[in-house]
């Protein structure tokens, strides 16, 4: 195969195939998250007291079921933000840039900011759970920090998703 057919081969130049592939990559990556949304309301998560203890305490109870559905919230997360890429693509394809594609360019970028979220969530905690004990303030620090991050990617992915959806929608 020579290097025309292989580029020919893995990338279309049909706006429309790329947008329906994006839209079902998409639909994958929301399945997947909100499959995870279920498995964390089934587990009890967030804990009904709300405290920090209770949290914490739920947390290091339920750690090895929480790690996986982290994970597999930071893949989901990751199969959106490359739908939102070739979405972009097929905005690129046709050459239209209007504001719709740099919504679609934000909500990759927010993405990406969330898988990065949840990969340190996913492998800091298990060291930050064990020493909690010894250390409560270090611990309430990272998981604030993470907790801000995922929280503020999460928004804007979801502003920029919602308008996207709405200017985009044929409604």
Excluded: C, K
């Excluded at 947008?19 to 009890?44: C, D, N, S, Y």
Aim: net charge negative; proline share 4%; glycine share 10%.
């Amino acid at each position: 195969m020579t290097t025309d057919q292989l580029q020919t081969a893995t990338l279309s130049t049909d706006p429309g195939t790329e947008m329906r592939t994006g839209g079902a990559v998409l639909f994958m990556g929301a399945v997947v998250f909100l499959l995870t949304v279920v498995f964390e309301l089934i587990v009890g998560w967030p804990p009904s007291g709300g405290e920090a203890t209770d949290i914490t305490a739920f947390m290091v109870q339920h750690w090895s079921i929480l790690r996986w559905i982290w994970a597999a919230q930071m893949l989901a997360v990751s199969i959106i933000a490359m739908s939102a890429l070739l979405l972009l693509q097929s905005r690129h394809l046709t050459d239209v840039w209007r504001p719709a594609s740099v919504i679609w360019s934000m909500v990759a970028v927010a993405g990406i900011v969330l898988t990065v979220a949840y990969g340190f969530t996913v492998g800091s905690y298990p060291a930050l759970l064990q020493s909690v004990e010894g250390n409560p303030e270090v611990f309430a620090a990272v998981r604030g920090g993470l907790r801000f991050l995922v929280d503020s990617a999460a928004a804007v992915a979801g502003l920029g998703f919602s308008v996207v959806f709405i200017r985009e929608g044929r409604f």
